[in-house]
């Protein structure tokens, strides 16, 4: 299927009562979508990295009660899964549509992701623009902007990163559901290469400190 943007019933879907009933309006309406920018994306991923990567959907395979509230598909260089891995996702909430840099918890490597952070974080803000988003969580729907978090908000979560278990690090773009909306395939799929392009120097650096 060619991807042709996110509507109205694409966020709707996080309002619908029921793990079973939000899952198959899921599986039906949203899960399409992020199959087709996963086939997009992972070659232009490939391109820029110089690794394999490859998509992985969100399944919320593990949920038996819970609803999932966002969904989204993942890309990394490995076909097994991403959440070990430094990683790029793109998905939704009901409020909003992310597209991440990420480097969660279950990384072995975040530790030295959080060394190399700290050290370069001049670079850092080099090049991510301020309007840029950062989170320490990633099930929760907030994120900071880099132009309130500083330098000092930055060290912090890569301190964090480096010591706290649970800690987890991720950066890139929120665009509200509003805007989405508003956007055709073609410019979605515009400003999400833009994004990503812009968070690559942050994978090459996840990269390097794992060598």
Known sequence: MKFTGFNKDDFEVFTIDGLDQRMEKLI???RPKLESLGEHFS???SSWTGDEMFPHVAKHARRS???PDDTWVAFANSKRGYKMLPHFQIGLWETHVFIWFAMIYEAPAKEGFGKAAEKNLNQIMIEIPDHFVWSSDH???GAAAQRNLGKKGL???????QKVKKAEMLCGVHFSREEAESMSAEEFIDKAEQSLKTLLPLYQLAQQSTK
């Open 43 to 45: 070659t232009v991923l």
């Open 139 to 141: 099930t929760k729907p």
């Open 65 to 67: 009660v819970n609803p």
């Open 28 to 30: 039906q309406q949203v």
């Open 155 to 161: 060290k912090e979560m890569a301190i964090r990163l």
